[in-house]
């Protein structure tokens, strides 16, 4: 399966390429110098999570992910909730890492969770000299020896994870012959590589040019699929090492929610780079946007910090909100270490905004 970039229609695409690289540039030098940026980055994590399952056609409520991610459930969380919360950790992993990780064989295999070649990525621990024994001893019978086997084996598991790596599991075969869980027609494995040599022609296009071919092959080529969502971050995260954005993971999902989907579906390329292009536009000008309120509400709330003492809690408070779409009484009395109704104090102090409308699990925010 190849992704043809032999006909690829440059004249039309220019003026759109040109806005797009503008907008991506002026939001970039903004989040580098800004105030409030590390806020930005954080609250961008969850709005494009809750973006990636809208653009799939599901519905999460973006305070419902902030407190699942808090471990602070109002209600027990729904299928949808729970693919938007891995959206959530894959981007803060892509964010955290080199920023061609992601793009790499053993960055793709650990974000989609193959183990068989993540193994690779991350150097296996010695055997020990207790194993060496129990092997060696198996015929006696030494309970001892398997008992530290089993220790090491799992202290070499743990290792693995702490440095990065992804859980070993152990292989199963699934009995399937209705093909109904596993699709024999479709090699995740070749698809992936399918999409990964266009990265290698992207790499002669502008950066922005090079990221709606990516978008859109992964589109044509749809590599996995129970993950088709991670095709929108990888781009952000090629976006990132080509050094076009440096200073976030860019929301792309932000601007395709806006983009109408005949326009992201159609049959034609060009409409569908154009749709691409068009929601780059859109997230930059939505994050610009969002930076203007972030620094307005900021300037706001450190006003009531006036004549306060020197050990007052309202400047921590005031980072947790900036850094969450929603925050609860529970998740500033952790943050800040005060017990919930002093939390309930502190939030009438600022003057936050109630944004919920319900008498129990109420949240607060900036909007």
């Known amino acids: 399966m190849r992704y043809d970039l032999t006909t690829l229609p440059l004249t039309t695409l220019l003026p759109a390429i040109v806005k797009a690289e503008d907008m991506l540039a002026r939001l970039d030098e903004r989040v580098l110098r800004h105030m ?10 969850f709005f494009d999570a809750a973006g990636a399952l809208w653009v799939g ?94 220790i090491d084996a799992i202290l070499a598991r743990s290792d693995k994870i702490l440095n990065g790596g992804a859980p070993d599991t152990k292989p199963e075969t699934i009995h399937d012959p209705l093909a109904l869980v596993l699709d024999v027609d479709w090699d ?27 978008f859109d092959a992964w589109e044509r080529i749809e590599p996995l699929r129970r993950q088709h969502w991670l095709g929108g971050l990888l781009v952000s995260a090629y976006l ?10 860019f929301c792309l999902n932000i601007g395709l929610k806006a983009v109408r989907h005949d326009r992201r579906r159609s049959s034609d390329r060009i409409t569908r780079l ?73 939030v009438s102090e600022l003057g936050l905004r109630e944004m919920t409308g319900r008498g129990r699990y109420r949240g607060w925010g900036v909007l």
Not at 240 to 249: A, D, E, M, Q
Not at 292 to 319: F, G, H, T, W, Y
Not at 334 to 339: A, D, I, K, Q, Y
């Open 274 to 346: 154009l749709a691409f292009l068009e929601a780059m536009v859109l997230s930059a000008d939505s994050g610009l946007k969002e930076l203007d309120r972030l620094s307005l509400a900021k300037l706001q709330m450190e006003l009531r910090l006036k004549d306060r003492r020197s050990n007052s809690s309202l400047p921590e408070v005031i980072d947790i909100v900036l850094s969450r779409p929603i925050v609860s009484a529970k998740m500033i009395a952790r943050h800040v270490g005060v017990t919930p109704r002093g939390a309930l104090n502190l």
């Open 57 to 150: 056609g599901e519905l999460v409520h973006v305070e419902d992910l902030v407190l699942h991610d808090a471990r602070m459930d109002a209600r027990a969380p729904t299928h949808e909730l729970t693919i938007a919360h891995a959206v959530l950790r894959s981007r803060r992993r892509l964010w955290n890492a080199e920023p061609s990780w992601g793009l790499e064989p053993a960055g793709l295999a650990a974000l989609r969770g193959d183990t068989g070649e993540a193994e690779d990525a991350v150097p296996r621990r010695p055997a020990s000299i207790e194993v060496a024994e129990s092997e060696a001893q198996e015929e006696e019978e030494d309970d001892f020896g398997v008992d530290f086997a089993e």
């Open 36 to 45: 409030v940026a590390d806020g930005f980055r954080e609250r961008g994590h």
């Open 240 to 249: 990132r090492s080509r050094g076009k954005i440096t200073s976030h993971l």
């Open 188 to 214: 995740e494995n070749e698809r992936l590589e399918s999409w990964r040599a266009v990265i290698r022609e992207a790499d002669m296009l502008p950066p922005v040019l090079g990221a709606a071919v990516l």
